[in-house]
């Protein structure tokens, strides 16, 4: 099953690469208007039947291609969000964390920036990658140790901190 997993992410991380590469130059306006058209009916879609991987790969390379474009626009952060939302549902999860660390590295000032940061520690939390996720952890309850979430990532530590036998036994209220 691991192994299944792993391959279907490289092919599709190699698909999406491919994408990137073999994708005409589009102008700043024909990318937004190309994202949109892709945009809008998938997130619909998403709500309803799951992430169709064909559309999520391209409007993946798209939010990229669009970052790499134009890295000053005020909608790349938007973007690169949204692209490491996509690359989260489709399992790719290195394509995530390269999404979210360009926000979170490149541009501090973003609206939902304590979005990046909780999600990120989430997926990686969700993926079994525990050393990543008490980075991920710590590092949102380093610039949030307010936010209304900070307790429940305290909670999430130490759960990451206890054994599988403790854990379990923690959550069925031994």
Not at 150 to 167: H, N, Q
Request: proline share 3%; with cysteine.
């Amino acid at each position: 099953m691991k192994t299944t997993t792993i391959i279907t992410s490289l092919l599709m991380t190699f698909a999406i690469v491919a994408c990137n590469h073999t994708t005409k130059e589009l102008s700043h306006d024909e990318l937004i208007n190309a994202i949109d058209s892709i945009e809008t009916p998938l997130m619909n879609n998403i709500m309803l039947e799951g992430m169709d991987s064909t559309q999520g790969m391209q409007i993946y390379a798209l939010y990229i291609q669009f970052a790499d474009s134009y890295p000053s626009d005020s909608l790349t952060p938007c973007y690169l969000h949204s692209a490491a939302k996509v690359a989260t549902s489709m399992g790719l999860i290195d394509n995530m964390l390269e999404c979210y660390d360009r926000v979170i590295n490149n541009y501090p000032n973003y609206e939902k920036m304590d979005e990046c940061f909780y999600e990120k520690a989430l997926a990686l939390d969700n993926a079994g990658r525990k050393n990543e996720a008490r980075l991920a952890y710590q590092e949102f309850l380093d610039e949030y140790p307010e936010h209304f979430l900070a307790e429940d990532f305290r909670k999430a530590l130490r759960l990451l901190d206890m054994s599988d036998e403790l854990l379990l036994d923690f959550l069925s209220g031994k």
